[in-house]
C-alpha cells in the first residue's frame, strides 16, 4: 500500500525506519519530513495542518494510509475531515477522532474525564479570566509545590511547577492573560504527586489494544534533571522498575476505563494513547494523555518492537487488532539527543552536522535536520536522537554516548546521565 506519514520530527523518522521495513509498505511519502526521514521514503512540502492538500496529495497519489505523527492536527480534526468527504473516508486515518484528541487537547477535558470515571490522577481546579480571584484564593489553600497547566496545546511549554505561591500568582495572572496564547485562556491548576515517572503507550481500535513497549523519557535540559523542560533529552526502554503487577494496574485501573469512557462519548478512536504516568507508592497515576506517539520515546520503543509496524495500523482498520500478535525485542533501548546550543531557548540553525558516517552500532534518527547543497545541516532545537540496543539500559546509553561524542555540529550538547535516577 501506499502511506502518507505526517510530521517532520525524531519520532516520525522512527515511524519511517520502522514502516519501510514492512513488505505491506509500497510507497512511503512523508510531510514534510526531515534529512533522516528521505532515507527511507520521498519527503513531500505539505503542512500536516493544511488538511485540503493532505487530502488532494492523497488522491493524487493513490494513498490508502495516513499516519499521523504530531498532535496538533489530530486536535484540529484531521480523522474527521477524511471521514466526512466522500472521496476519501476509504483512507485509513491512523489517530483519534477530534473528540478524542480532547484527551491530549483539553487538560480541563482530561481531568474532568478522568475524574468522573475514577481514574487516578492529582486533585484539580481549573479557572479563567473571569474566575482569577477564586483561582488567587484557591493557590493560598494549596500545599507547594503547585503545577499550573495551560488549558490547551502550548508546544510542551504549558507546564509549571512552582515552589513559591506569589511567584504561582503572578504565573496564573499572566498564563490568564494570554502568555501561551489561546492555550491559557483556561488554566488547570493540580496537585502535585511525587513519584517516578514513564510511559504507556496503547496502540488501539476503540474497542481492543496492544500495550507496546514501556519507556522512560528525560525531559529536563540539565543533568540530573535540572533547568529548563524540553521536548525530551533521551529515553530508555524496558523500565526497570514496572514490572507486571504494576502494569497489570495500568491495564484495569486506566487503559480498560480510558477506552470505555471513549466509547460512551462516542469518540472514534484509531490510533496510539500515550499514558504519562507516575509512580506514586506502588500505584499508577495519571499525569497527561497524548493522542499520538510520544518523542523521544518512539525512538526507543520501535527499535524493540519485533512485530511489523504497518500489518498493525493496518489491523485497526480491518478490525482484527486483536488476533495480532505483538512480538518485543528483551534487549534494552536508549537514545541520547544532540540538541543546538542555547536550546530550549534561542539557538540557531544551519550549522553543518558531520561524522555520521562514524556512527557505529548505533541508529540514528534524525529530529530538527535539513540537507542543503550537499550537507546535512540543523533545523531545529533536538536535531539528533542516536538509540542503541544492548542487554541492560547503561549498556546501551554507554553505547549511544561513543557515537554522540562521534557526530560534530557547532554549539553541540548532550546529556550523558540518561537513565541516572534508575
Not at 515511524?15 to 512523508?30: N, R, V
Not at 496502540?203 to 525531559?219: N, Q, V, W
Amino acid at each position: 500500500m501506499n502511506i502518507l506519514l505526517l510530521g517532520s520530527g525524531g519520532r516520525e523518522h522512527a515511524f519511517a525506519w520502522k514502516m519501510s521495513q514492512s513488505p505491506l509498505c509500497k510507497a512511503l511519502f512523508i510531510a514534510p519530513g526531515n534529512a533522516g526521514t528521505a532515507q527511507h521514503g520521498t519527503n513531500v512540502a505539505l503542512s500536516p495542518n493544511d488538511f485540503e492538500a493532505v487530502g488532494a496529495y492523497v488522491l493524487e497519489k493513490e494513498i490508502s494510509m495516513v499516519v499521523v505523527g504530531p498532535e496538533e492536527p489530530l486536535v484540529r480534526g484531521i480523522y474527521d475531515y477524511f471521514k466526512a468527504d466522500d472521496t476519501l473516508k476509504h483512507v485509513r486515518v491512523i489517530g483519534p477522532s477530534a473528540l478524542g484528541a480532547k484527551l491530549e487537547g483539553s487538560k480541563a477535558f482530561a481531568k474532568a474525564f478522568m475524574q468522573q470515571r475514577d481514574i487516578p490522577t492529582a486533585a484539580y481546579a481549573e479557572f479563567t479570566p473571569e474566575t482569577l480571584e477564586e483561582g488567587l484564593s484557591y493557590i493560598d489553600r494549596q500545599d507547594l509545590p503547585i503545577v499550573l497547566k495551560a488549558d490547551g496545546l502550548a508546544a510542551g511549554k504549558g507546564v509549571l511547577i512552582l515552589n513559591d505561591r506569589a511567584e504561582a500568582k503572578a504565573e496564573l495572572k499572566a498564563m490568564l492573560s494570554g502568555k501561551f496564547g489561546e492555550a491559557s485562556e483556561r488554566v488547570v491548576i493540580e496537585a502535585f504527586l511525587d513519584g517516578i515517572e514513564f510511559s504507556v503507550f496503547v496502540l488501539t481500535d476503540g474497542k481492543s489494544y496492544k500495550i507496546l513497549p514501556i519507556a522512560k523519557d528525560y525531559k529536563r535540559i540539565g543533568e540530573g534533571d535540572t533547568g529548563l523542560n524540553t521536548g525530551g533529552m533521551g529515553a530508555i526502554s524496558p523500565v526497570p522498575f514496572v514490572d507486571d503487577t504494576l502494569l497489570k494496574k495500568v491495564e484495569n485501573w486506566i487503559v480498560s476505563p480510558t477506552l470505555t469512557g471513549l466509547k460512551e462519548l462516542e469518540a472514534p478512536y484509531e490510533g496510539f494513547i500515550f499514558l504519562g504516568l507516575i509512580k506514586v507508592g506502588e500505584d499508577p497515576y495519571v499525569i497527561e494523555y497524548n493522542c499520538r506517539m510520544g518523542d523521544p520515546e518512539t525512538e526507543v520503543v520501535f527499535p524493540r518492537l519485533k512485530s511489523d509496524l504497518v500489518e498493525l495500523l493496518a489491523a485497526i482498520g480491518d478490525g482484527t487488532l486483536e488476533s495480532k500478535k505483538l512480538e518485543v525485542e528483551e534487549q534494552s533501548a536508549a537514545t541520547v539527543f544532540l540538541v543546538s546550543g542555547g536550546y530550549p531557548e534561542a539557538y540557531e540553525k544551519g550549522k553543518i552536522i558531520t561524522g555520521l558516517e562514524q556512527v557505529e552500532g548505533s541508529l540514528i534518527l534524525h529530529a530538527g535536520t535539513k540537507t542543503e547543497d550537499g550537507a546535512v545541516k540543523t533545523n531545529g532545537g533536538r536535531v539528533l536522537a542516536l538509540t542503541s540496543l544492548a542487554g541492560n539500559y547503561k549498556e546501551a546509553v554507554k553505547q549511544s554516548l561513543e557515537n554522540a561524542a562521534r557526530v560534530q555540529f557547532e554549539g553541540k550538547y548532550y546529556r550523558t546521565d540518561i537513565g541516572f535516577d534508575l
